[in-house]
Structures are given as C-alpha cells and as structure tokens.
C-alpha cells in the first residue's frame, strides 16, 4: 500500500518464532489537551507516534477541520456529549485516504471522504478509525465544505424540514442570521420559496452584513435596534408572518422572534451565544398559542442511520458544488491554529468560520 508504515513483531509459539507485519499510520502532529479547562490555557500541539492500522481501519491524511463552538464546549468540559481527556480536539473534518486495513474493498489510497458520524479527534494530521466512520465523496467536492457541512448546514435543513409543515410562500424569522446556519437557512429557505426575516445585532459594520445576506436571498435584514418599535410586523411589507422562527441567541433578540411570529407559531431555540435566558409574555402563550421547542443535532444523529444522514449529506454538497449553498469561513493554516482559536474566542473581534487547513 502506498506509503504504508509496517512494523515487524514477533510472536513465540511452542518454542518457534513467527513474524508478521503491521500496517502502521504516520506520526500525526495534534491539537491536544489532558484536562477540562479554557482552550487558549490547556491546548498544546503535540507528536502522537503511529498506530496501528486493523483490518476494518481507515487512515486518512486530514484536509480541513472546523473550530466549532462545540468543540470550544468540548474543551471546556461542557457540552453534554464529549470524550474524556486526554483526547485530540476537534468533531468534523475531510481528507484524502492515505492506507486502508486488509479487509477494505471500497475506499483507495487518494479517496476523498469525510467523517459521517462526525467523530472526535479531527485537529491531527492523520486520522486512523473504523471504515463506518468514513464516507466517501466526489473529488470536486471542495474539502473545506466537506469538513463543516455536518454540524452547521445539516441543522439548518433539519431545522425547516423537521419542525413545520412549511410551504412555499411561508416565511422564518430568526437571530444570528450572519452565522453559517444562518446563511445556510436563508438559502435553503429561498430554494423551497420560503420568505425569511432576519436579526442582526448591532455592531460595526452591518450595513455591508446586511448586503451580503440580501445577496444570498433575505427578504428582509433588520439590526435590533431596527425593531425597538412598538410594531414590528408593520415592517413585514408583503412579507408574511413568519410560521417558525429560529434562535441562537436568547435574551431580547429570542424576544424579537417572538414578536413577529404569527398565531400559532412555533420558535426552535438551538443555540444561546448571549448566556441570557429567554423571556416570554404570558400573553405569548394563552392569546397567541405560541410554541417553543429546541433542537440539538447530537439528538438527530443518535435517531437516524447512517444511510440517512449520508443522504442528506450528499444533497447539502450537490448544493455546494452547484453554487446554490455557500457559507462564509476563513481558512487557516495548521501552524497558526492559536490566531484561528482566538478569532474563534472572539478575542479578535466577529469573524468568519474557522476553518484549519493541514
């Protein structure tokens, strides 16, 4: 196999010496930390020694992994799902096959595929699993899509298709709009001629923000302080009242969605960047009937099989190859992961996705 690491042991049997050979992974460079703590204190880039490649194995050369916020949770110690340290940071990521176990037919050294089930341990350069782990993809599927379009696109459609029966001509409000499941909701929404309202908070620089989400096709793009009015549905123009409405924020921008959302609507919460708790009139819910409910995608994922999820997969990056779906994400190379972690920390002001590029 090309490129193969092989290590020779050597076994005794009934007084006789056997040799065989097995099939080894490179050393992988990672992003590493032994104990729960704040990522820019307990993170260090370490030398991991090769391992062993099994039967049912998969090496691959990783590509591009994103700094999610939930990998800044993992870190931290709190995020509902994570593995227990030591452990190599990062959930998603894409790569080229670099050596495949004995028993693989259908991946080759040169394959791109992508982690599906994302997995943990993607911030290293070579990643070694189970072949159930790995899915593989077209070669003109741009890897930096590859690697992000799990966590961030994947609850954006599950998010429209999942909660209301929406129809074209409907509409979603929502917060965070200039996040990637923002951008992804606008798109995915315009394709299936559903309307969408969104909320940008306010900060240098949303003016050009708001362009760039009307040219991804927002119907309307409004700052919060746009709506410290006492009606925000006279607004809407020929807009309809949104059916759903998604937050990522909490606090008063949660507020904001709830306001425009019409009788019977229902608000998914799958985010809270604010840290402050959500608010709601009791007049919300006896006179307006609302309904609010959330979304976790670790959730989805325990419920579906792996066909499944591949399906939607393959659909979102048809999307991405078509130029019908894009995202904002910057690429960083492997050596300035810390700069790429802080912009992420926030400590640089807004940025886009980070993506690390190996």
Not at 168 to 176: M, P, Y
Not at 244 to 255: D, E, I, R, T, Y
Request: glycine content about 8%.
């Amino acid at each position: 196999m090309a490129c193969a690491r092989f290590l020779t042991l050597k076994i005794q049997f009934s007084g006789k010496v056997r040799a065989f050979s097995a099939l080894m992974s490179p050393p992988s460079t990672a992003i590493f930390y032994d104990h729960h703590g704040p990522p820019d204190t307990v993170i260090k880039i370490i030398k991991l020694p090769p391992v062993e490649i099994k039967a049912n194995d998969v090496c691959v050369k990783m590509l591009a992994a994103p700094i999610n916020p939930s990998d800044i949770n993992r870190i931290q110690g709190v995020y509902p799902v994570r593995p227990q340290p030591p452990a190599v940071g990062g959930y998603e990521g894409a790569g080229l096959v670099h050596s495949v176990g004995s028993a693989i037919r259908d991946l080759s050294p040169g394959d791109l595929v992508m982690l599906s089930p994302p997995s943990p341990g993607t911030w290293q350069t070579h990643v070694v699993k189970d072949k159930r782990f790995w899915h593989k993809l077209d070669k003109d599927t741009p890897a930096e899509y590859a690697a992000t379009v799990t966590v961030n696109p994947l609850t954006a459609l599950r998010m429209i298709e999942d909660i209301v029966d929406l129809k074209s001509g409907d509409a979603i409000v929502q917060n965070g709009a200039t996040s990637m499941v923002g951008q992804c909701v606008i798109q995915l929404a315009k394709l299936r001629g559903i309307h969408t309202i969104n909320i940008l908070r306010d900060r240098p620089g949303s003016d050009e923000a708001k362009e760039k989400l009307k040219k991804l096709g927002a119907d309307e793009v409004y700052t919060e302080s746009q709506l410290d009015v006492k009606n925000v549905k006279s607004l809407l123009g020929n807009v309809p009242e949104p059916a759903l409405g998604f937050n990522c924020v909490g606090g008063n921008a949660a507020s904001l969605v709830l306001k425009f959302l019409r009788q019977g609507g229902t608000m998914v919460t799958y985010g809270g960047m604010a840290k402050q708790p959500i608010t709601v009139s009791t007049s919300s819910f006896i006179f307006k009937e609302l309904t609010l409910t959330g979304f976790y995608l670790q959730n989805w994922l325990s419920l579906h099989r792996n066909e499944e999820l591949r399906e939607m997969l393959d659909y979102l990056l048809g999307l991405i190859r078509e130029g019908k779906l894009k995202y904002d994400m910057e690429l960083a190379p492997f050596s300035e992961f810390h700069t790429a972690l802080d912009k992420t920390l926030g400590k640089l002001g807004s940025q886009p996705k980070q993506i690390i590029k190996f």
